[in-house]
């Protein structure tokens, strides 16, 4: 099996390959048919909060968690710019829950 002290220094050894990126920089990512380049993009949720724009092989995708779509939960309003020329938005979840303007009648 694998020990504890073994899965403590995988997640550290994950911890230190981390890269701190800011808003609107550019991240390239080698994937197995190329490269992915990922932008942060502030979500407005709350101090450094971020969705990502993916982009590969002519596609721009981006990906937002459950709570970029609650305006009732923002600190600021989503910074909607960089979803323009988005071929598709992917949205994470469902944060009903914690905001009832967001559930469903």
Do not use: N
Not at 41 to 54: F, H, R, T
Not at 77 to 89: C, F, I, K, T, Y
């Amino acid at each position: 099996g694998i020990s504890e002290s073994s899965e403590q220094a995988d997640a550290e050894k994950v911890i230190e390959s981390c890269e701190e990126v800011s808003f609107g920089q550019q991240v390239v990512i080698q994937g197995p048919s190329g490269p992915v380049m990922a932008t942060a993009a502030s979500s407005g949720y709350g101090l450094g909060g971020a969705y990502w724009l993916l982009e590969a092989l002519g596609l721009r995708i981006a990906v937002l968690g459950p709570c970029s779509a609650l305006p009732c939960l923002f600190t600021r309003p989503l910074d909607p710019v960089p979803l323009r020329g988005a071929r598709a938005v992917l949205l994470l979840g469902h944060a009903g829950r914690h905001c009832p303007e967001a559930e469903v009648a």
